[in-house]
């Protein structure tokens, strides 16, 4: 069967070791979380890169239930590796090998080298087979803080994984808070969706009640499980995919199988890739590796409540990025979001992208979107390395989202918010763009910074800053932050951008004890003589948008946003209205409605 | 095994057929789609209520993949039919069988009663197995028509099918237009999508790999391939759920499986469950009906593109009822979308609804929304039997839609809308609201007659009139219906309410050859004068909503939108200003632009 019919898969991989791989063998015995014991183990491994003389640079990649310790390719003569389809490991790649030192080994239960299943139980002579102990996602990490040692490590520069190696990164910030600097966690969750837990039911079924599978013990049989474990890897292979990526695939061809040796069904042309990756899988997987991994995977669970979460990452001060893909439904979005909600309700950084794919879960380990998440982590990173030296990429202060309603670039109601910013108060600027007015608020100080944008290109821009920005639609309100969570929230040149502005006003005032609000007025005297002269609705005067297009869909006067103040129960504790265009402050007996273009107002309930 | 282990299914149904089974046996030899032929048929089949004298009440049923023709229980001593969850069919139900005389026979291919593969083979005198010739969807429709015949009706009222179900329906309208008066086809597709089909491949290779199998001879075998079924099932049962449903099932009580008596996996209490309804799907359905169905289901196709659809949909007069759930992923909502289109294209008549549901796939069998979706079926068939007889369910004219911004109840802007559209021409009204419009247009006579609504209340209110109303959000644009596809193209205080005003302004220019549309005006003297003496918004004046919560985002006067088609090469063929409030017309030399609160436009491009 030829390595080609089927390309740009992970698959069509050498069953060989590549010649990197090393091996280490701990004697200590490993307990276990469920209480059974391991006499040794022996993790198999590769690592790319120095080691700094600080030690400082040591990423530790975990891999997927199928992955191994091959993350990249060495040489030029070396097999690919399974994230080299991204080009997300080695020399100049986001993860930097002329910068860090990487470690990748090949989890406990795996079956490319580390102790699982197929090796020989010392107790029998035999392989273990079925009678391998009942894994975690913590023994796994465990395993992996041994190797970590092994290799003159303290503390790891960033744990990174995906799937159900994002499941043993975040074991890593959970168990060992004090020896991760950083956590990178793609496209994973805090414990599976019942429907993903039911397709690995339905995939374990089909392997122990294949014949072959000989209650486990098939290793010396003429054959083992393989359509057990073909039919589970064929159902995996759906879930990896969204189901645009399989419509663009193979709609077209839907009636032109490709002519694969199989004994599956090929009717389809999507039939013949399933059987092709299916029967592939079978060559290069061990049967009970799959059950024990995915029987782990599925028993991972740091709660199913953000307060359960945020107990579990209540320790440690590691600053995470966590990135999930729009069309993911293995490990879809929500659970990111859990994860977020967790570290923010313990106030720990985070920067989080909910990724543009269509990629599905398998969007981690391709090319289509490593624009986006690849440049996350290389950002993220470099940061992480270099934490305390943040050199703003851009020079440039001004954003210019869509809701920045004036010509000019200077900011003029930055200076005035910041004006109304005390030293040493926690602030989150909602919808902050590219993070100019973080960026000033760290320049004058302050540590404890957060925001909350809704384009992943300014998120992008912030991690370049090294911002902790996370990507919401305002909309949507702020139930990720609790009651009074911050000193200051920010809200500038948004408000008139909002849908719901009820609701998000009743949000920003129960999370900040003060909220710092710019509002454009649309009384200032030059809209108002162009509806009286001309006719023409505010919106289409001197603004840069017109009435059918501009971002700003709620219209406002200074009058109105006081009037709903009094109206709600909000205390307006300050104000400054400015005229932006002449960059002057309008004081209150010159008729702000009339002659300012903008106010910021400083409120609280 | 209880029954009541998990209750709410359909599964946990009798073995047995109901006494009110019939059986009907056609001599004539089947040629099949494929080629091959039957040499007799026989159909088992139920039947609720009488025909009518005039024969023109008869409803067809069709089954999904492991229905069969026990739609519904016929008495109280009978057992549960699959539609008496929903309480879809019978007495006063929406299929109302005092109304209708309803058809329900099990399909070619399946293992109740119908010819099927566990039928004898009068060739070799055992059962078929895998020798049963390979069958269509459309072979079932012809073995359902013969049975039609049978009874004595030419013309079905209404064909009705979901799922697989709703292939059979789309194949009636396309085999034999002129038999059926309507269609309904709800949770269904012009073919499957490619994430479905592959399901349903390895679905089909966890039966065909199960040793048990025996080619498909097992019948006379100990053993059948039960695990393989099983499996199959298993996998079925989670693609009819929906996420959020296997969450809301499953998630709480994730570790707390039920004990139920099993050879499968039972970790997870969504383990117990698929257990549970694999190994009883194996007592009462055949392994051979199961792929035979299945595998019709994956090779129907009626066309990938629209403009297949169009083809496939052009003969015949039958008026449809298309029905779709949010949360269904095996036949997700796009799909029914691309019938929709396919008919419109056409200039069909059709009714779409896409239903919020939470329920998946299943939700056409349950209760949870059968106030939207079967309340369409009511009325639809209600509308379908008294065709001609229009009665509008609500005598008051005026829907109150967010978008109406003004106090009055009368809608002036109508009678003024009916000025300008000519007798016998087609008519799109968008935004149409409870159709309020369009009755009055097909009071006048016109019988051309279109909507477009967002709100899936409202769609069932136009259903009750009987009008043919689509569901869509109008800021998604046109795009299925083609250029100048209408006469006239209304969009009614709708545009201030739209986002993206460009492109549906561009949308209703090319699908209309004239298009009226009214819109607010915000230069409406009291609206001035508040900003003027007030200053406060426009928004926030007169009108009944807030500058903060009104659904009116953007803010236009009559001189913006002449400049707005100035600017777009857009023809002004007639205008009409208004003083809603004072219930009157303002001349062109009063000054419309401060006196009229509202325009009339006639455009085109």
Redesign the interface.
């Known amino acids: 069967m030829a390595d080609d019919v089927f390309s740009g898969s992970d698959e069509a991989r050498s069953t060989q070791y590549s010649k990197y791989v090393r091996w280490a063998t701990f004697d200590e015995p490993l307990a276990l979380e469920n209480g059974e014991k391991l006499p040794s183990v022996t993790v198999a491994y590769e690592t790319y890169g120095e080691l700094s003389p600080e030690k400082d640079n040591a990423v530790l990649i975990c891999h997927a239930l199928t992955g191994d310790s091959h993350v990249s390719a060495h040489d030029e003569n070396d097999e690919p590796g399974w994230w080299d389809i991204a080009r997300l490991v080695g020399k100049g790649c986001p993860i930097d090998t002329n910068r860090y030192f990487v470690i990748c080994p090949n989890v406990l239960g795996g079956c490319r080298g580390t102790t699982g299943p197929n090796c020989i139980n010392p107790k029998t002579g035999k392989p273990y087979g079925k009678d391998f102990p009942n894994i975690t996602i913590g023994d796994m990490a465990e395993v992996q803080r041994r190797l970590v040692a092994h290799l003159g490590v303290e503390k790891l520069l960033a744990v990174v994984g995906g799937s159900m190696g994002g499941h043993m990164a975040l074991s890593w910030a959970v168990k060992f808070p004090d020896q991760v600097e950083s956590v990178v966690a793609l496209a994973t969750s805090p414990?599976l969706?019942?429907?993903s837990?039911?397709?690995d039911?339905?995939g374990?079924?089909?392997i122990?009640?294949d014949?072959h599978y000989a209650d486990g013990q098939y290793y010396d049989q003429p054959a083992g499980p393989d359509?057990g474990l073909?039919?589970a890897r064929?159902?995996g292979h759906?879930t990896y995919?969204s189901?645009i990526a399989?419509?663009e695939?193979?709609?077209?061809t839907?009636d032109q199988p490709k002519d694969v040796k199989t004994?599956?069904?090929k009717?389809?042309s999507?039939?013949s890739y399933?059987?092709y990756k299916?029967q592939q899988f079978t060559e290069r997987f061990d049967a009970n590796s799959y059950l024990a991994l995915s029987?782990a995977m599925?028993q991972f669970?740091l709660g199913?409540t953000v307060e359960e979460l945020a107990r579990a990452f209540a320790a440690g001060k590691a600053r995470w990025l966590v990135v999930s893909f729009t069309s993911d439904?293995l490990f879809?979005s929500f659970q990111s979001k859990q994860i977020v909600r967790g570290l923010l309700r313990n106030g720990k950084g985070v920067t989080y992208c909910d990724v543009e794919s269509h990629c599905g879960h398998d969007a981690f380990l391709l090319v289509e979107d490593v624009a986006t998440y690849g440049e996350l982590v290389r950002a993220f990173l470099r940061n992480a390395l270099g934490a305390g030296r943040h050199e703003p990429l851009d020079a440039r202060w001004e954003d210019h989202s869509p809701t920045s309603i004036f010509h000019q670039s200077r900011r003029l109601d930055y200076d005035t918010i910041l004006k109304f910013i005390p030293p040493d108060t926690s602030v989150l600027d909602l919808g902050c763009g590219t993070g100019g007015l973080l960026s000033r608020l760290r320049e004058q100080g302050h540590t404890r910074l957060s925001g909350v944008e809704i384009d992943q290109r300014n998120i992008l821009a912030c991690a370049r800053r090294g911002l902790d920005v996370v990507h919401r639609d305002l909309n949507k309100g702020l139930e990720w932050y609790t009651d009074k969570q911050f000193d200051v929230v920010v809200l500038s040149r948004t408000l008139q951008a909002v849908?719901d502005?009820?609701h998000v006003?009743d949000e920003i005032l129960r999370v900040g004890r003060k909220c710092v609000v710019s509002v454009p007025n649309?009384?200032y005297y030059k809209l108002?003589d162009m509806?009286?002269r001309?006719?023409?609705?505010?919106?289409?005067g001197v603004l840069r948008f017109?009435?059918?297009?501009t971002p700003n869909?709620?219209?406002?006067?200074?009058?109105?946003f006081e009037?709903?103040c009094a109206a709600k129960g909000i205390t307006i504790h300050d104000f400054i209205a400015l005229d932006t265009e002449e960059d002057k402050e309008i004081p209150a007996d010159r008729n702000p409605?009339?002659n300012a273009d903008m106010a910021v107002f400083v409120i609280s309930r």
Chains 1, 2 share one sequence.
């Open positions: 414990r969706s019942t429907q837990l039911a397709f039911v339905v374990r079924n089909a122990r009640q014949p359509v073909a039919i064929m159902l759906i995919l189901p399989m419509s695939k193979f709609d077209a839907r004994d599956f069904e009717e389809f999507v039939g399933l059987a299916g029987m599925d669970d199913r439904w879809p849908y502005v009820e006003m649309f009384g108002q509806l009286q001309e006719g023409k609705a505010p919106e289409a017109k009435w059918y297009n869909i709620r219209v406002l006067t200074i009058r109105d009037d709903f409605n009339r």
